[in-house]
């Protein structure tokens, strides 16, 4: 009954806009189709929504005017959202501890007073909604529909084929120097084709999205105790090679960690592990002076262009702080304010970042300790709920907190909270992992009743 009277107002709503503008009415009959089949098919409408975000993100966005523009993933995550909240029955597994609750408010209250105080309001608040309140939308409804409808182990296969398409692109682009998105910046010119970034905007954004995908395959695969196959296993090769060609140093450093973690807990992989390291720092050893040859090298290791106006835009960032340590400078604004003397601490002859380069230091700089305190704690919830995972689901608590480490040490190397793709993924393994935990729980929480 209800997916009728939606398809009649829709009818309705598309005849009358016809009369107005035919692009407008077009754009009802999209999201008049987007909500039907998000209320028949909610599951299907997220699994498509997960595999195709990379692609279809890069459509034309709908312009509002001053008002934050209609894009694929705004729509679907809200029409989705919507149709969580008028499903009953699920809020009720939920017990939200208090304290939660009020990081997540103290969070998005200085979210928005930081970007009411930004000098770039409109692109700030649409920065708000995608890589911090549509994140936290897509948790609940993967929560909402991993508990009910959705076996998250049987699922790795979507973050596999996900992560090896996106590869692809990024690797193509890297040796045909093509843009295959020139919509986005695509393969920078100011790197001379040395990054590639695949569908997104920067190669930071690329090559966590692709070390996210590998691990939480891999973690979705530990917990469903199954046998790798061969398209898996390239898959995995496949991502690895658009990590490189990404040449972003965070990401291969954070993604080494998490990939050694699993084997450093266990004590007879241990000396596999070990021995694999001294056998690869050998090869590296033998073959360092046709390293020294290479872009990668030249350009992204002995280079101290990067490293240079890197610290000095922590310098800058360090000195707004003592400024504004409660409230920030406002969501944004750093370069603004870095033109100001008393905030130009930059090395001469060096290349002048606009961003500050580490996600920590710019929430505090741009939301102060409002903002920085609940961010933190946020994320040390997170943390908490991925170590319960050693007590109702051991198989795969090691591999969790891989992914969690593949999230956040790229943090210390890059502003990442603002790339909203990255912050979807992770928002998805968190739903399934704690969805997961909330079904074992009941499991034994019965079992024990009923001894």
Request: glycine share 8%.
């Amino acid at each position: 009954m209800t997916t009728r009277i939606l398809a009649v107002a829709a009818a309705l709503i598309t005849g009358a806009l016809t009369l107005v503008d035919v692009r407008i009415a077009i754009g009802a009959i999209a999201i008049g189709f987007g909500l039907y089949l998000t209320v028949s098919y909610p599951k299907k409408v997220f699994i498509l929504f997960l595999l195709g975000y990379p692609l279809l993100s890069n459509l034309p966005r709908l312009s509002l005017g001053v008002l934050p523009a209609i894009s694929f993933e705004r729509l679907m995550v809200g029409l989705l959202t919507a149709e969580m909240l008028l499903k009953k029955g699920f809020s009720a597994h939920i017990k939200v501890h208090w304290s939660v609750t009020i990081l997540i408010i103290t969070l998005f209250m200085s979210l928005l007073y930081a970007s009411i105080r930004s000098q770039h309001l409109v692109y700030s608040i649409q920065m708000m909604i995608d890589s911090y309140i549509l994140p936290c939308m897509i948790f609940y409804i993967g929560l909402s529909l991993f508990y009910r409808d959705i076996s998250a182990e049987n699922l790795s296969w979507i973050f596999f084929s996900m992560g090896a398409y996106v590869s692809i692109i990024g690797i193509f682009e890297f040796f045909s120097h093509m843009d295959l998105f020139p919509q986005e910046i695509g393969l920078r010119e100011t790197d001379l084709f040395v990054r590639s970034n695949g569908p997104f905007a920067t190669s930071e954004t690329f090559g966590l999205f692709l070390g996210l995908c590998l691990f939480i395959g891999a973690y979705l695969k530990k917990v469903g105790q199954k046998q790798w196959s061969g398209k898996e296993f390239a898959a995995v090769m496949v991502m690895l090679g658009g990590m490189i060609c990404s040449m972003n140093r965070g990401i291969m450093i954070s993604a080494i960690i998490a990939f050694s973690l699993p084997y450093l807990f266990r004590f007879r992989n241990r000396s596999k592990f070990l021995f694999g390291g001294f056998f690869l720092v050998l090869c590296i050893a033998i073959i360092f002076p046709y390293i020294e040859e290479i872009k990668f090298y030249r350009e992204r290791i002995v280079i101290f262009d990067s490293i240079a106006s890197r610290f000095s835009a922590n310098w800058s960032a360090f000195a707004m702080i003592q400024d504004h340590p409660i409230q920030g400078i406002g969501l944004n604004n750093f370069y603004d304010f870095s033109l100001k003397s008393e905030y130009n601490l930059f090395f001469e002859d060096y290349t002048r970042p606009k961003t500050i380069h580490n996600a920590f230091i710019d929430v505090m700089t741009e939301m102060g300790l409002l903002g920085l305190l609940p961010f933190c704690g946020l994320l040390t919830v997170g943390g908490g709920y991925l170590l319960k995972c050693s007590r109702y689901g051991p198989d795969g608590s090691i591999y969790s907190i891989s992914v969690m480490i593949m999230f956040v040490m790229p943090f210390f190397n890059d502003n990442l909270t603002k790339e909203a793709p990255s912050n979807y993924l992770f928002a998805v393994f968190c739903a399934a992992v704690l969805s997961s935990l909330i079904k074992k729980k009941e499991m034994a929480e019965q079992n024990d009743r009923n001894l």
